[in-house]
């Protein structure tokens, strides 16, 4: 298996500042953490002062209450909407796997979240897709019940193809006493979509000697 929101409040203040000064403005954003069990709030200040910056295309900030459009680059990973069932091929000398995904949107479509099961292994992981509007890539972060983890990123679709690469470790034994061995790897997932509701990801996993494994996942909506 490869390496795969809260109500905010925001409260405004402002103090004096000396007459001539530039006018700074503090906001503090307090996030429910409920990702967990017994959630905690965590409070984290954020100071915005006017720099000098490249020219916008246009948007503006919301005014008043209403939410931040989600990015339009979003709408390049809609092809993972929907459930699907993904036939593993492994690399040779492994195991064929059936697994099972479905996507949907999140914080009013600025991200996909996937959730998705692996037999057999019984593996559980959850991926979340996104937009990092800075560096102008596609981000996705990867959790799961054996405790791997792992951070990709994508600059887009290119040729028909649009690759994530980054890193993941990669439990090989999973333990309940929450230590146990794993593997440090590189990975690539390469997604091409093949037809309506199909669509094909060639994995590669490289290792720290440098040696390769590679498998692919052929996924078709339900």
């Given at each position: 298996?490869?390496?795969?929101?809260s109500?905010?409040?925001?409260?405004k203040?402002?103090?004096?500042?000396?007459?001539?000064?530039?006018?700074?403005?503090?906001?503090?954003?307090?996030?429910?953490?409920?990702?967990?069990g017994?959630?905690?709030?965590?409070?984290?200040?954020?100071?915005?002062?006017?720099?000098?910056?490249?020219?916008?295309?246009?948007?503006?900030?919301?005014?008043?209450?209403?939410?931040?459009?989600?990015?339009?680059?979003?709408?390049?990973?809609?092809?993972?909407?929907?459930?699907?069932?993904?036939?593993?091929?492994p690399?040779?000398?492994?195991?064929?796997?059936?697994?099972?995904?479905?996507?949907?949107?999140?914080?009013?479509?600025?991200?996909?979240?996937?959730?998705?099961?692996?037999?057999?292994?019984n593996?559980?992981?959850?991926?979340?897709?996104?937009?990092?509007?800075?560096?102008?890539?596609?981000?996705?972060?990867?959790?799961?019940?054996?405790?791997?983890?792992?951070?990709?990123?994508?600059?887009?679709?290119?040729?028909?193809?649009?690759?994530?690469?980054?890193?993941?470790?990669?439990?090989?034994?999973?333990?309940?006493?929450?230590?146990?061995?794993?593997?440090?790897?590189?990975?690539?997932?390469?997604?091409?979509?093949?037809?309506r509701?199909?669509?094909?990801?060639?994995?590669?996993?490289?290792?720290?000697?440098?040696?390769?494994?590679?498998?692919s996942?052929?996924?078709?909506?339900?």
């Amino acid at each position: 298996m490869d390496g795969w929101e809260s109500s905010v409040r925001t409260e405004k203040s402002e103090r004096p500042e000396p007459r001539g000064a530039p006018r700074r403005r503090r906001w503090s954003r307090r996030v429910p953490a409920g990702v967990v069990g017994a959630a905690t709030v965590g409070l984290v200040a954020l100071t915005v002062s006017p720099v000098s910056a490249e020219p916008d295309t246009g948007a503006r900030p919301p005014r008043g209450g209403d939410p931040l459009p989600a990015p339009p680059q979003i709408r390049a990973l809609d092809f993972l909407l929907g459930s699907y069932t993904c036939d593993y091929t492994p690399p040779p000398g492994g195991r064929p796997a059936v697994l099972k995904l479905t996507t949907k949107r999140a914080m009013d479509g600025h991200y996909l979240y996937t959730d998705a099961t692996l037999e057999p292994g019984n593996v559980v992981g959850r991926s979340t897709f996104g937009w990092n509007p800075v560096d102008g890539t596609f981000i996705n972060q990867y959790h799961d019940n054996w405790g791997s983890s792992g951070s990709y990123t994508s600059s887009g679709w290119q040729d028909g193809h649009l690759v994530f690469r980054g890193p993941l470790t990669q439990v090989i034994t999973p333990n309940a006493t929450g230590r146990t061995s794993g593997v440090k790897l590189n990975l690539l997932d390469n997604y091409q979509v093949l037809g309506r509701g199909h669509f094909k990801n060639a994995t590669s996993f490289t290792f720290p000697d440098g040696s390769t494994l590679q498998g692919s996942y052929d996924c078709h909506r339900q």
